[in-house]
């Protein structure tokens, strides 16, 4: 909090409609020609947001993420969506309260309890890959993700693990389409509504959750479950108090939401990636023989800083902020944006070049690799993911032969939250130690296909 008046970094001095079209054209061409003419920080017009603090210095970003909550916050615009009792809803020292809670549940020592279960979903899910014929991976990693969350984290099975399957996607996505529309547009007018059909997906997931939630209290081993509903049912607040049944239900699909898509764009982008750079792809094949998954880590790192599937985070100030030499005023939205910060030759050196192996041995510095965002709000699932990409691409390549490609790399299409390849992740494989395999001619041509 400070008095002092407002000295806001520099302002773009471009008439709003020119920014908005220049975004929706091409942001990360627009953003980079900014970042090169004024900096890590600069203000800018941005459609939606309206005017915008947009910040890709590392000490800058640093700062906000470490602001106390009653001077900057995350505005709760996701609660209409996931509801009242998502992390993703509460705000301040409720919010500190619940993440306390939902933690512990995802510490990277519990991570290694999940491997058996996510290498058995991709290889339910690979059995049916066509060998030899191109196609994008993005669907099969949803599909891989989706059952990873359902049995994990929500501990479902049976009957209910297959209606949720269903169930899910569909509403979901729902979800999604209401939550940018405007306030009059969500009255619920019956089931033809956007409203009114979310409205009823959501009333049956909350039926299955109270089912799945009976399971796990009355199951004769609750207290040895190692699912992460079976955890949050047990925790307690300070106070002593549980998580009330509706917040759990608010919960899972928020966990749902942040972790499925999140994670399943990041693999397809990591298939894109090793497949346009056959040395790579072969030292990886070798490493999963053998065991080993220090180049497979370095390759998911380095995945996340040049492909980040969230682009960036947005705070909102509470009162007037001094940020380094800039004093901001209340209700002004700033944005630290992942994607300018990864990208930057002050940073990595090479920004642009895809290369793994320069996190073999050095892991990333977390003040400038943020895929994960930083602060009271960094990813709750960062080790989870990080454990499912893991197993993921050993399980594949241990199974599969992977045929580079000459292609162009693809582009990046924005989806919403995320930010995926363009046309999936595709992809030619051939299985590996079976008569299918081909010829080296053969994987050439499927390769020049493209
Ligand atoms: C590669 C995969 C993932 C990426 C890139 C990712 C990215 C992020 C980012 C950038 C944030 C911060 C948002 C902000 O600053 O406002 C976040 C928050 C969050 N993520 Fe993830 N995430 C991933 C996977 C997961 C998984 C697997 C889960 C759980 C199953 C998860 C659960 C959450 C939750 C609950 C939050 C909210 C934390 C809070 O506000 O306190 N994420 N994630």
Known sequence: MTNEPTRLPPVVPLPRLVVALGFLAARTTVLRAMVRRYGGVFTVHLPVFGNTVVISDPVLAKSLF???HELVWREATLGSVFGPGSTFSLQGTEHLARRKLLVPPFHGRRMAGYEALVEEEVLRETASWSLGREFATQPSMMRITLNVVLRAVFGAQGAELEELRRLLPAMVASGSRLAVLPPWACRDLGRLSPAGRYGAYRRRYDALIAQLIAAARS?????????VLSMLLAARYDDGEPISDAHIADELLTLLAAGHETTATTLAWAVERIRRHPNLLSRLAAEADGGGSELAQAVVWEVQRTRPVVEGSCRVTRQRIKLGPWVIPEDHVLAVSFRMMHCSDGNFA???TFDPDRFVGHPPDTTLW??????????????????EMLVTLRTVLRRFEIVPTTAKGERGRFRGVVTAAARGGRVVVYRRGFDSRPSPAVAAAAASQI
């Open 66 to 68: 470490t602001t106390n």
């Open 219 to 227: 199951a004769p081993d609750s207290a040895e479950r190692t699912d």
């Open 350 to 352: 090479h920004a642009d």
């Open 370 to 387: 943020i895929p994960y965002g930083g602060g009271v709000n960094r990813c709750v699932g960062a080790a989870f993911a990080n454990m």
